[in-house]
Protein backbone atom coordinates (compact mmCIF):
# COMPACT_ATOMS: atom_id res chain seq x y z
CA UNK A 1 0.00 0.00 0.00
CA UNK A 2 1.22 3.50 -1.18
CA UNK A 3 0.89 7.11 0.72
CA UNK A 4 0.39 10.08 -0.80
CA UNK A 5 0.94 13.56 0.35
CA UNK A 6 -0.03 16.18 -1.34
CA UNK A 7 -1.11 15.98 -5.02
CA UNK A 8 1.38 15.65 -7.76
CA UNK A 9 1.69 17.54 -11.33
CA UNK A 10 0.01 15.73 -14.72
CA UNK A 11 2.10 13.37 -15.85
CA UNK A 12 4.00 14.52 -18.81
CA UNK A 13 3.88 12.91 -21.99
CA UNK A 14 5.98 10.97 -24.29
CA UNK A 15 5.92 10.08 -27.95
CA UNK A 16 6.80 6.91 -29.21
CA UNK A 17 8.61 5.99 -25.98
CA UNK A 18 11.18 8.52 -27.03
CA UNK A 19 13.18 9.43 -23.43
CA UNK A 20 13.06 13.47 -23.02
CA UNK A 21 16.70 14.85 -22.73
CA UNK A 22 15.70 18.05 -20.97
CA UNK A 23 17.41 17.31 -18.32
CA UNK A 24 20.61 14.78 -19.01
CA UNK A 25 20.50 13.13 -15.45
CA UNK A 26 16.87 12.33 -15.69
CA UNK A 27 15.99 9.61 -18.31
CA UNK A 28 12.09 9.74 -19.21
CA UNK A 29 10.21 6.89 -20.74
CA UNK A 30 6.42 6.71 -21.47
CA UNK A 31 6.60 3.27 -19.43
CA UNK A 32 8.32 5.72 -16.35
CA UNK A 33 11.35 3.34 -16.21
CA UNK A 34 13.66 2.25 -18.67
CA UNK A 35 13.31 -1.36 -18.91
CA UNK A 36 17.13 -1.47 -20.84
CA UNK A 37 18.34 0.35 -17.84
CA UNK A 38 16.83 -1.36 -14.97
CA UNK A 39 16.85 -4.79 -16.20
CA UNK A 40 21.18 -4.89 -15.94
CA UNK A 41 20.38 -3.49 -12.78
CA UNK A 42 18.10 -6.40 -11.57
CA UNK A 43 20.67 -9.13 -12.99
CA UNK A 44 24.03 -7.21 -11.47
CA UNK A 45 22.19 -7.44 -8.21
CA UNK A 46 20.87 -10.50 -8.35
CA UNK A 47 24.28 -11.98 -9.40
CA UNK A 48 25.54 -10.44 -6.10
CA UNK A 49 22.70 -11.67 -3.73
CA UNK A 50 22.42 -14.93 -5.02
CA UNK A 51 26.64 -16.08 -5.58
CA UNK A 52 28.00 -14.36 -2.56
CA UNK A 53 25.21 -13.19 -0.19
CA UNK A 54 26.61 -9.31 0.01
CA UNK A 55 24.37 -6.99 0.30
CA UNK A 56 26.99 -4.23 -0.23
CA UNK A 57 27.95 -4.38 -3.81
CA UNK A 58 24.05 -5.01 -4.70
CA UNK A 59 23.41 -1.84 -2.39
CA UNK A 60 26.48 0.32 -4.77
CA UNK A 61 24.70 -0.95 -7.66
CA UNK A 62 21.30 0.67 -6.47
CA UNK A 63 22.64 3.68 -5.99
CA UNK A 64 24.59 4.10 -8.95
CA UNK A 65 21.32 2.91 -10.86
CA UNK A 66 19.62 6.00 -8.72
CA UNK A 67 22.00 8.59 -9.19
CA UNK A 68 22.59 8.18 -12.78
CA UNK A 69 19.26 6.75 -14.19
CA UNK A 70 16.86 8.18 -11.91
CA UNK A 71 18.24 11.52 -11.43
CA UNK A 72 17.82 11.62 -7.75
CA UNK A 73 20.33 13.77 -6.14
CA UNK A 74 20.02 12.24 -2.25
CA UNK A 75 19.16 8.54 -1.13
CA UNK A 76 19.47 6.83 1.71
CA UNK A 77 19.27 2.64 2.33
CA UNK A 78 18.30 2.71 6.37
CA UNK A 79 17.86 -0.66 8.46
CA UNK A 80 16.01 -1.05 11.43
CA UNK A 81 17.47 -2.81 14.32
CA UNK A 82 14.36 -4.27 16.03
CA UNK A 83 16.23 -4.66 19.53
CA UNK A 84 17.43 -1.36 19.95
CA UNK A 85 14.68 0.12 17.94
CA UNK A 86 16.47 3.07 15.78
CA UNK A 87 16.82 3.50 12.46
CA UNK A 88 20.43 3.82 10.95
CA UNK A 89 21.06 4.90 7.70
CA UNK A 90 23.09 2.13 6.07
CA UNK A 91 24.60 3.83 2.89
CA UNK A 92 23.61 6.48 1.06
CA UNK A 93 23.80 9.22 -1.59
CA UNK A 94 24.49 12.73 -1.52
CA UNK A 95 24.93 13.21 1.97
CA UNK A 96 28.60 13.49 4.20
CA UNK A 97 29.47 11.17 6.82
CA UNK A 98 28.16 13.82 9.03
CA UNK A 99 24.67 14.26 8.21
CA UNK A 100 24.46 10.50 7.61
CA UNK A 101 25.59 9.79 11.36
CA UNK A 102 22.75 12.33 12.28
CA UNK A 103 20.33 9.91 10.35
CA UNK A 104 18.84 8.10 13.26
CA UNK A 105 15.28 7.64 14.02
CA UNK A 106 12.24 5.18 15.84
CA UNK A 107 9.22 3.85 14.58
CA UNK A 108 7.07 6.42 13.94
CA UNK A 109 9.40 9.58 14.26
CA UNK A 110 8.92 11.48 10.99
CA UNK A 111 8.35 9.78 6.91
CA UNK A 112 11.07 7.59 7.33
CA UNK A 113 9.74 6.23 11.02
CA UNK A 114 6.39 6.25 9.81
CA UNK A 115 6.97 4.10 6.85
CA UNK A 116 8.41 1.15 9.14
CA UNK A 117 5.74 1.87 11.64
CA UNK A 118 3.65 1.18 9.20
CA UNK A 119 5.35 -1.22 6.59
CA UNK A 120 3.97 0.94 3.72
CA UNK A 121 5.28 3.18 1.09
CA UNK A 122 4.98 7.14 1.90
CA UNK A 123 5.75 9.73 -1.11
CA UNK A 124 5.76 13.48 -0.09
CA UNK A 125 5.31 15.31 -3.78
CA UNK A 126 6.53 18.70 -2.28
CA UNK A 127 9.05 18.51 0.77
CA UNK A 128 8.17 21.81 1.78
CA UNK A 129 4.71 20.91 2.18
CA UNK A 130 4.80 18.67 4.58
CA UNK A 131 5.35 19.08 8.10
CA UNK A 132 6.08 15.45 9.06
CA UNK A 133 9.92 16.11 6.98
CA UNK A 134 11.94 16.15 10.60
CA UNK A 135 15.35 16.76 7.90
CA UNK A 136 17.29 15.10 11.27
CA UNK A 137 20.54 14.83 8.93
CA UNK A 138 20.42 18.28 7.50
CA UNK A 139 21.02 17.65 4.18
CA UNK A 140 17.03 19.41 3.02
CA UNK A 141 18.41 22.68 4.00
CA UNK A 142 18.51 23.98 0.27
CA UNK A 143 15.36 27.07 -0.73
CA UNK A 144 15.25 24.36 -3.82
CA UNK A 145 14.89 21.43 -1.86
CA UNK A 146 11.77 22.25 -0.79
CA UNK A 147 10.75 21.73 -4.31
CA UNK A 148 11.83 18.09 -4.57
CA UNK A 149 9.70 15.40 -4.03
CA UNK A 150 10.66 12.65 -1.02
CA UNK A 151 9.38 8.71 -2.03
CA UNK A 152 10.06 6.25 0.74
CA UNK A 153 9.54 2.91 0.30
CA UNK A 154 9.98 -0.15 3.25
CA UNK A 155 12.06 -2.93 3.13
CA UNK A 156 9.87 -6.12 4.33
CA UNK A 157 10.12 -9.88 4.64
CA UNK A 158 7.04 -11.43 5.68
CA UNK A 159 5.27 -8.80 8.11
CA UNK A 160 8.67 -7.64 9.35
CA UNK A 161 9.90 -4.38 8.50
CA UNK A 162 13.47 -4.40 8.37
CA UNK A 163 14.41 -1.00 6.64
CA UNK A 164 13.52 1.90 4.10
CA UNK A 165 14.78 2.82 0.70
CA UNK A 166 14.58 6.59 0.57
CA UNK A 167 14.94 9.11 -2.24
CA UNK A 168 15.06 13.10 -2.80
CA UNK A 169 14.42 14.27 -6.63
CA UNK A 170 12.43 16.88 -8.45
CA UNK A 171 9.34 15.21 -10.50
CA UNK A 172 7.67 17.59 -13.18
CA UNK A 173 5.62 14.09 -14.12
CA UNK A 174 3.50 12.48 -11.00
CA UNK A 175 3.49 9.31 -13.65
CA UNK A 176 6.90 9.29 -13.63
CA UNK A 177 7.44 9.74 -9.41
CA UNK A 178 4.60 6.79 -9.22
CA UNK A 179 6.64 4.72 -11.39
CA UNK A 180 10.28 4.99 -9.72
CA UNK A 181 8.25 4.01 -6.61
CA UNK A 182 7.26 1.09 -7.59
CA UNK A 183 10.89 0.45 -9.18
CA UNK A 184 12.28 0.73 -5.91
CA UNK A 185 9.47 -1.39 -4.78
CA UNK A 186 10.37 -4.51 -6.76
CA UNK A 187 14.06 -3.66 -5.87
CA UNK A 188 13.20 -3.68 -2.17
CA UNK A 189 11.42 -7.02 -2.79
CA UNK A 190 14.64 -8.30 -3.80
CA UNK A 191 16.87 -6.98 -1.15
CA UNK A 192 14.39 -8.39 1.36
CA UNK A 193 16.14 -11.80 2.50
CA UNK A 194 20.11 -10.44 2.08
CA UNK A 195 19.08 -7.51 4.85
CA UNK A 196 17.24 -9.75 7.18
CA UNK A 197 20.36 -11.92 6.89
CA UNK A 198 22.91 -9.04 7.13
CA UNK A 199 20.80 -7.70 10.28
CA UNK A 200 21.06 -11.44 11.79
CA UNK A 201 24.83 -11.86 10.77
CA UNK A 202 26.45 -7.87 11.73
CA UNK A 203 23.54 -6.77 14.20
CA UNK A 204 21.31 -9.36 15.72
CA UNK A 205 24.12 -11.96 16.38
CA UNK A 206 26.82 -9.17 17.34
CA UNK A 207 24.63 -7.93 20.02
CA UNK A 208 23.71 -11.06 21.48
CA UNK A 209 27.13 -12.49 21.61
CA UNK A 210 28.60 -8.39 23.34
CA UNK A 211 25.39 -9.01 25.56
CA UNK A 212 26.85 -12.69 26.59
CA UNK A 213 29.96 -11.51 26.93
CA UNK A 214 29.39 -8.47 29.49
CA UNK A 215 27.06 -11.31 31.41
CA UNK A 216 30.30 -13.80 31.54
CA UNK A 217 32.06 -10.66 32.47
CA UNK A 218 29.97 -9.47 35.35
CA UNK A 219 29.25 -13.61 36.34
CA UNK A 220 33.03 -13.65 36.34
CA UNK A 221 33.63 -10.86 38.21
CA UNK A 222 31.56 -12.01 40.82
CA UNK A 223 32.85 -15.89 41.07
CA UNK A 224 36.65 -14.56 41.31
CA UNK A 225 37.95 -13.94 44.22
CA UNK A 226 39.23 -10.68 44.51
CA UNK A 227 42.94 -11.00 44.91
CA UNK A 228 43.47 -12.97 41.81
CA UNK A 229 44.20 -11.89 38.49
CA UNK A 230 43.38 -13.38 35.07
CA UNK A 231 40.32 -14.34 32.69
CA UNK A 232 41.36 -17.55 31.04
CA UNK A 233 38.69 -20.13 30.34
CA UNK A 234 40.16 -23.03 32.78
CA UNK A 235 40.50 -20.28 35.83
CA UNK A 236 36.99 -19.14 34.67
CA UNK A 237 36.12 -22.99 34.96
CA UNK A 238 37.68 -23.17 38.47
CA UNK A 239 36.31 -20.09 39.76
CA UNK A 240 32.75 -21.42 38.86
CA UNK A 241 33.53 -24.13 41.25
CA UNK A 242 34.79 -22.78 44.10
CA UNK A 243 31.57 -20.34 43.65
CA UNK A 244 29.37 -23.03 44.53
CA UNK A 245 31.41 -24.90 46.75
CA UNK A 246 32.68 -21.87 48.92
CA UNK A 247 29.39 -20.98 50.98
CA UNK A 248 28.79 -24.86 52.13
CA UNK A 249 31.14 -26.61 55.25
CA UNK A 250 32.35 -28.77 52.68
CA UNK A 251 35.93 -30.31 52.77
CA UNK A 252 37.85 -29.37 49.72
CA UNK A 253 41.08 -30.79 48.56
CA UNK A 254 43.36 -28.35 46.47
CA UNK A 255 45.60 -30.23 43.53
CA UNK A 256 48.08 -28.51 41.98
CA UNK A 257 51.92 -28.10 41.12
CA UNK A 258 53.66 -26.13 43.39
CA UNK A 259 53.26 -21.86 43.12
CA UNK A 260 49.84 -21.85 41.29
CA UNK A 261 48.07 -20.10 44.14
CA UNK A 262 46.69 -22.95 45.92
CA UNK A 263 46.67 -21.09 49.68
CA UNK A 264 45.18 -17.89 47.94
CA UNK A 265 42.07 -19.99 46.82
CA UNK A 266 41.96 -21.08 50.49
CA UNK A 267 42.21 -18.04 51.79
CA UNK A 268 39.15 -17.33 49.05
CA UNK A 269 37.49 -20.23 50.01
CA UNK A 270 37.09 -19.01 53.60
CA UNK A 271 36.22 -15.35 52.67
CA UNK A 272 33.12 -17.38 50.82
CA UNK A 273 32.10 -19.42 53.38
CA UNK A 274 29.78 -19.65 56.37
CA UNK A 275 32.21 -18.60 59.04
CA UNK A 276 34.34 -16.02 57.30
CA UNK A 277 34.87 -13.79 60.17
CA UNK A 278 36.19 -16.57 62.18
CA UNK A 279 40.14 -17.20 62.02
CA UNK A 280 41.72 -18.64 59.17
CA UNK A 281 44.79 -20.93 60.08
CA UNK A 282 47.60 -22.31 57.74
CA UNK A 283 50.13 -25.09 58.24
CA UNK A 284 52.56 -26.08 56.10
CA UNK A 285 52.68 -30.21 56.95
CA UNK A 286 56.25 -30.19 55.65
CA UNK A 287 57.87 -27.73 57.51
CA UNK A 288 58.31 -29.75 60.80
CA UNK A 289 59.80 -32.73 62.11
CA UNK A 290 57.09 -35.98 62.73
CA UNK A 291 58.60 -35.55 66.37
CA UNK A 292 56.74 -32.04 66.84
CA UNK A 293 54.20 -32.29 64.20
CA UNK A 294 51.40 -33.89 66.13
CA UNK A 295 51.87 -31.72 69.15
CA UNK A 296 51.68 -28.72 66.74
CA UNK A 297 48.47 -29.57 65.19
CA UNK A 298 46.54 -31.28 68.43
CA UNK A 299 48.33 -29.24 71.39
CA UNK A 300 49.61 -31.03 74.54
CA UNK A 301 49.28 -31.00 78.09
CA UNK A 302 51.48 -29.59 80.53
CA UNK A 303 54.21 -32.23 81.09
CA UNK A 304 53.61 -34.36 78.64
CA UNK A 305 56.96 -34.37 77.55
CA UNK A 306 60.30 -32.70 78.17
CA UNK A 307 59.72 -29.55 77.85
CA UNK A 308 56.22 -29.01 77.39
CA UNK A 309 56.27 -26.43 81.12
CA UNK A 310 52.59 -25.71 80.30
CA UNK A 311 49.49 -27.14 78.48
CA UNK A 312 49.68 -25.56 74.30
CA UNK A 313 46.61 -25.21 72.00
CA UNK A 314 46.96 -26.82 68.36
CA UNK A 315 46.15 -25.70 65.52
CA UNK A 316 43.04 -26.90 65.23
CA UNK A 317 41.75 -25.70 68.46
CA UNK A 318 43.20 -21.97 67.09
CA UNK A 319 41.20 -22.68 64.06
CA UNK A 320 37.81 -23.36 66.12
CA UNK A 321 35.15 -21.38 64.46
CA UNK A 322 36.90 -20.58 61.22
CA UNK A 323 38.94 -22.78 58.95
CA UNK A 324 42.52 -24.61 58.79
CA UNK A 325 44.27 -24.95 55.54
CA UNK A 326 46.87 -28.19 55.77
CA UNK A 327 49.20 -27.34 52.44
CA UNK A 328 51.29 -30.16 51.69
CA UNK A 329 48.88 -32.62 53.34
CA UNK A 330 51.04 -35.62 51.42
CA UNK A 331 54.03 -35.22 53.71
CA UNK A 332 52.01 -36.68 56.80
CA UNK A 333 53.15 -39.67 58.52
CA UNK A 334 50.60 -42.92 59.12
CA UNK A 335 50.19 -41.76 62.43
CA UNK A 336 49.66 -38.44 62.38
CA UNK A 337 47.17 -38.96 59.40
CA UNK A 338 45.63 -41.58 61.30
CA UNK A 339 44.64 -38.69 63.78
CA UNK A 340 43.56 -36.23 61.34
CA UNK A 341 40.87 -39.55 59.81
CA UNK A 342 39.15 -38.77 63.31
CA UNK A 343 39.14 -35.00 63.05
CA UNK A 344 37.56 -35.40 59.72
CA UNK A 345 34.75 -37.59 60.71
CA UNK A 346 34.25 -36.58 64.68
CA UNK A 347 36.11 -33.07 64.31
CA UNK A 348 37.54 -34.17 68.19
CA UNK A 349 40.63 -35.41 69.12
CA UNK A 350 42.64 -35.25 72.29
CA UNK A 351 45.88 -33.10 72.75
CA UNK A 352 49.60 -34.75 73.39
CA UNK A 353 49.51 -36.46 76.93
CA UNK A 354 46.12 -35.74 77.50
CA UNK A 355 42.94 -38.02 77.85
CA UNK A 356 39.95 -35.23 77.44
CA UNK A 357 38.00 -35.24 74.18
CA UNK A 358 38.24 -31.41 72.94
CA UNK A 359 35.62 -30.78 69.94
CA UNK A 360 36.12 -27.81 67.68
CA UNK A 361 33.90 -26.52 64.76
CA UNK A 362 36.37 -25.99 61.81
CA UNK A 363 36.34 -26.41 57.89
CA UNK A 364 39.20 -28.35 56.57
CA UNK A 365 40.80 -27.09 53.47
CA UNK A 366 43.93 -29.02 52.28
CA UNK A 367 45.82 -29.05 49.76
CA UNK A 368 49.02 -31.12 47.43
CA UNK A 369 51.29 -31.19 44.57
CA UNK A 370 51.28 -35.19 44.74
CA UNK A 371 48.89 -37.36 43.32
CA UNK A 372 47.40 -38.48 46.51
CA UNK A 373 44.98 -41.20 44.72
CA UNK A 374 48.44 -43.07 43.54
CA UNK A 375 50.21 -42.97 47.16
CA UNK A 376 47.06 -44.09 48.71
CA UNK A 377 47.10 -47.14 45.97
CA UNK A 378 51.03 -47.61 46.76
CA UNK A 379 50.29 -47.61 50.56
CA UNK A 380 52.15 -44.83 51.26
CA UNK A 381 48.62 -42.58 52.34
CA UNK A 382 45.99 -44.13 54.08
CA UNK A 383 42.98 -44.60 51.64
CA UNK A 384 40.26 -43.52 54.19
CA UNK A 385 41.84 -40.68 54.81
CA UNK A 386 42.42 -39.63 51.23
CA UNK A 387 38.08 -40.72 50.73
CA UNK A 388 37.45 -38.22 53.26
CA UNK A 389 39.89 -35.35 52.14
CA UNK A 390 38.51 -36.19 48.37
CA UNK A 391 35.15 -34.70 49.22
CA UNK A 392 34.97 -31.90 46.97
CA UNK A 393 38.69 -31.56 44.74
CA UNK A 394 39.60 -28.56 42.76
CA UNK A 395 42.61 -29.10 40.25
CA UNK A 396 44.28 -25.70 39.74
CA UNK A 397 45.83 -25.49 36.66
CA UNK A 398 49.34 -24.57 35.91
CA UNK A 399 50.45 -21.08 34.23
CA UNK A 400 51.55 -22.60 30.75
CA UNK A 401 48.00 -23.86 30.65
CA UNK A 402 46.44 -20.08 31.27
CA UNK A 403 47.11 -18.79 27.92
CA UNK A 404 47.00 -14.78 28.04
CA UNK A 405 46.46 -14.74 31.68
CA UNK A 406 50.42 -14.90 31.84
CA UNK A 407 50.48 -10.89 30.25
CA UNK A 408 47.98 -10.35 32.50
CA UNK A 409 49.88 -11.35 35.60
CA UNK A 410 53.12 -9.89 34.12
CA UNK A 411 51.78 -6.33 33.95
CA UNK A 412 49.75 -6.80 37.24
CA UNK A 413 53.16 -7.61 38.89
CA UNK A 414 55.33 -5.08 36.65
CA UNK A 415 52.63 -2.20 37.88
CA UNK A 416 52.87 -3.03 41.86
CA UNK A 417 56.72 -3.64 41.70
CA UNK A 418 56.96 -0.46 40.02
CA UNK A 419 55.27 1.65 42.05
CA UNK A 420 57.12 -0.20 45.17
CA UNK A 421 60.53 0.54 43.10
CA UNK A 422 59.74 4.17 42.37
CA UNK A 423 59.84 3.55 38.73
CA UNK A 424 57.82 4.64 35.99
CA UNK A 425 57.34 1.30 33.70
CA UNK A 426 54.16 2.03 31.66
CA UNK A 427 54.91 -1.70 29.35
CA UNK A 428 56.23 -4.50 28.77
CA UNK A 429 58.45 -4.97 25.27
CA UNK A 430 56.87 -7.28 22.53
CA UNK A 431 59.67 -9.58 22.41
CA UNK A 432 59.67 -9.60 25.87
CA UNK A 433 55.85 -10.78 26.30
CA UNK A 434 56.87 -13.34 23.44
CA UNK A 435 59.45 -14.67 25.71
CA UNK A 436 57.12 -15.01 28.68
CA UNK A 437 54.14 -16.47 27.00
CA UNK A 438 56.96 -19.47 25.42
CA UNK A 439 58.58 -20.32 28.56
CA UNK A 440 56.99 -23.57 30.39
CA UNK A 441 56.59 -22.04 33.77
CA UNK A 442 57.74 -24.77 36.24
CA UNK A 443 57.62 -22.57 39.43
CA UNK A 444 54.21 -20.98 37.93
CA UNK A 445 52.93 -17.46 39.17
CA UNK A 446 55.07 -17.53 41.90
CA UNK A 447 58.38 -18.04 39.14
CA UNK A 448 56.10 -15.58 36.93
CA UNK A 449 56.55 -12.95 40.02
CA UNK A 450 60.13 -12.91 40.66
CA UNK A 451 60.92 -13.13 37.60
CA UNK A 452 59.03 -9.64 36.55
CA UNK A 453 59.80 -8.24 39.85
CA UNK A 454 63.83 -8.90 38.86
CA UNK A 455 63.03 -7.20 35.40
CA UNK A 456 61.95 -3.86 37.11
CA UNK A 457 64.73 -3.88 39.43
CA UNK A 458 67.07 -4.63 36.09
CA UNK A 459 65.72 -1.86 34.05
CA UNK A 460 66.60 1.22 33.11
CA UNK A 461 63.80 2.85 31.32
CA UNK A 462 60.12 2.68 31.08
CA UNK A 463 59.65 -0.87 29.53
CA UNK A 464 60.80 -4.33 30.42
CA UNK A 465 62.71 -5.55 27.57
CA UNK A 466 63.87 -9.58 26.48
CA UNK A 467 67.33 -8.53 27.87
CA UNK A 468 65.82 -8.40 31.51
CA UNK A 469 64.42 -11.27 31.68
CA UNK A 470 66.54 -14.27 33.22
CA UNK A 471 68.66 -16.07 30.64
CA UNK A 472 66.12 -19.75 31.24
CA UNK A 473 63.80 -17.42 29.50
CA UNK A 474 65.47 -15.29 26.74
CA UNK A 475 64.92 -18.03 24.18
CA UNK A 476 65.51 -17.00 20.58
CA UNK A 477 63.01 -14.81 19.35
CA UNK A 478 64.13 -14.15 15.69
CA UNK A 479 63.24 -16.06 12.31
CA UNK A 480 64.56 -19.05 11.41
CA UNK A 481 67.15 -18.39 14.46
CA UNK A 482 67.45 -21.23 16.88
CA UNK A 483 71.33 -20.68 18.54
CA UNK A 484 70.12 -20.05 22.50
CA UNK A 485 73.42 -18.73 23.67
CA UNK A 486 76.80 -16.78 23.08
CA UNK A 487 77.39 -13.13 22.68
CA UNK A 488 76.58 -13.22 18.55
CA UNK A 489 72.94 -14.32 19.74
CA UNK A 490 72.24 -12.65 22.39
CA UNK A 491 73.67 -9.38 20.44
CA UNK A 492 71.24 -10.36 17.73
CA UNK A 493 68.19 -10.53 19.96
CA UNK A 494 68.80 -7.14 21.55
CA UNK A 495 68.86 -5.52 18.28
CA UNK A 496 65.88 -7.24 16.64
CA UNK A 497 64.20 -6.35 19.86
CA UNK A 498 65.25 -2.56 19.85
CA UNK A 499 63.84 -2.63 15.81
CA UNK A 500 60.62 -4.13 16.55
CA UNK A 501 59.95 -1.85 19.43
CA UNK A 502 60.94 1.53 17.44
CA UNK A 503 58.75 -0.08 14.09
CA UNK A 504 55.55 -0.65 16.68
CA UNK A 505 56.07 2.54 18.50
CA UNK A 506 56.15 4.82 15.46
CA UNK A 507 53.40 2.60 13.86
CA UNK A 508 55.68 1.12 11.16
CA UNK A 509 56.97 4.74 9.92
CA UNK A 510 60.66 3.04 8.96
CA UNK A 511 61.92 6.78 8.91
CA UNK A 512 60.52 7.76 12.22
CA UNK A 513 61.87 4.40 13.19
CA UNK A 514 65.37 4.79 12.75
CA UNK A 515 65.85 8.72 13.49
CA UNK A 516 64.59 7.03 17.08
CA UNK A 517 67.59 4.15 16.95
CA UNK A 518 70.90 6.77 15.23
CA UNK A 519 70.01 5.28 12.19
CA UNK A 520 70.28 6.15 8.43
CA UNK A 521 67.28 4.96 6.42
CA UNK A 522 69.58 2.83 4.14
CA UNK A 523 70.68 1.26 7.48
CA UNK A 524 67.41 0.64 8.42
CA UNK A 525 66.11 -0.67 5.78
CA UNK A 526 68.96 -3.81 5.83
CA UNK A 527 68.44 -4.52 9.44
CA UNK A 528 64.95 -5.11 8.37
CA UNK A 529 65.55 -6.86 5.81
CA UNK A 530 68.35 -9.27 7.61
CA UNK A 531 65.30 -9.67 10.34
CA UNK A 532 62.68 -10.20 8.14
CA UNK A 533 60.74 -6.96 9.34
CA UNK A 534 57.80 -5.48 7.04
CA UNK A 535 56.76 -2.06 8.23
CA UNK A 536 52.93 -3.22 6.85
CA UNK A 537 52.60 -5.84 9.29
CA UNK A 538 53.08 -3.44 12.67
CA UNK A 539 50.48 -0.79 10.66
CA UNK A 540 48.19 -3.77 10.11
CA UNK A 541 48.45 -4.62 13.92
CA UNK A 542 47.72 -1.39 14.81
CA UNK A 543 44.80 -0.90 12.91
CA UNK A 544 43.79 -4.07 14.89
CA UNK A 545 44.34 -2.69 17.96
CA UNK A 546 42.18 0.12 16.99
CA UNK A 547 39.34 -1.84 16.12
CA UNK A 548 39.25 -3.68 19.53
Not at 9 to 29: S, T, W
Not at 146 to 175: D, H, N, Q, W
Not at 374 to 392: I, P
Request: hydrophobic share 40%; aromatic share 6%.
Amino acid sequence: METTRGQAAPARECHAGACKQDDPRIKECHAGVCRGRIVPLLQAMGESLSRQSDLEPALDCLLTYMRDDMGVTRAMVNLHHRESGHICIHKSLGLTEEEQARGIYFPGEGITGQVVERGAAIVVPRIGDEPAILNRTGSLSRPEDRECAFLCVPIMRGRKVLGTISAVRAYESGELLRKHVDALTVISYMLAQAVELYLVENVDIVRWERRQAELLGQLGERMRPPAFVGSSKVMMELFALLHKVAPTRTTVLLLGESGVGKEMLAKAIHAGGPNPDGPMVKFNCAALPESILESELFGHEKGSFTGATQLRRGRFEEADGGTIFLDEVGELSLGVQAKLLRVLQERAFERVGGNKTVTVDIRVVAATNKDLAAMAAGGEFRQDLYFRLNVFPLVVPPLRERGSDVVTLAEHFAARYARENGKAINRITTPALNMLMGYHWPGNVRELENVVQRAVILTEDDAIHGYNLPLSLQTPVLPGHDRQGGLVARLEAMEYEMLVEALRLHRGNSTEAARELGLTRRTMGLRMKKYGLDYREFRREDRGRDAT
